[in-house]
Nanobody, 125 residues
């Protein structure tokens, strides 16, 4: 069982910044990746950014060039730094933690997925 705890979010103005944090509590399993998704009202959920256990990163089209995902204070934490925010960034942001499969010193694949409850990001004009 993995618990996903999100923090950050809130209200920002156009051009401002927000910093979202995601911490996955996984004492007995390994986490192969942590990703941020978002879902605006009436829209489908979409990938914002993701980072793997070997620190490879992937960005969605909207976030590339403005957002940066990185490790937090330990390997099971991820930080999403969002700069130059736009009103269209307004959405509920969800953290997704992937439980991987141990392979020696590595954690690979996707055995299961766990979601946080979401944090609201609102960007005003």
């Amino acid at each position: 069982q993995v618990q996903v705890v999100e923090s950050g979010g809130g209200l920002a103005q156009t051009g401002g910044s927000l910093r979202l944090s995601c911490a996955a509590s996984a004492d007995t399993v390994c986490i192969s990746g942590i990703s941020w998704y978002r879902q605006a009202a009436g829209e489908e959920r979409e990938l914002v950014a993701g980072i793997t256990s070997v620190n490879s990163t992937l960005y969605g089209n909207d976030g590339q060039g403005r957002f940066t995902i990185s490790r937090g204070k330990d390997k099971n934490e991820a930080v999403l730094q969002m700069n130059n925010l736009k009103p269209e960034d307004t959405a509920v942001y969800y953290c997704n933690a992937r439980q991987g499969m141990p392979d020696g010193n590595r954690c690979i694949g996707v055995y299961s997925e766990y979601w946080g409850q979401g944090t609201q990001v609102t960007v005003s004009s």
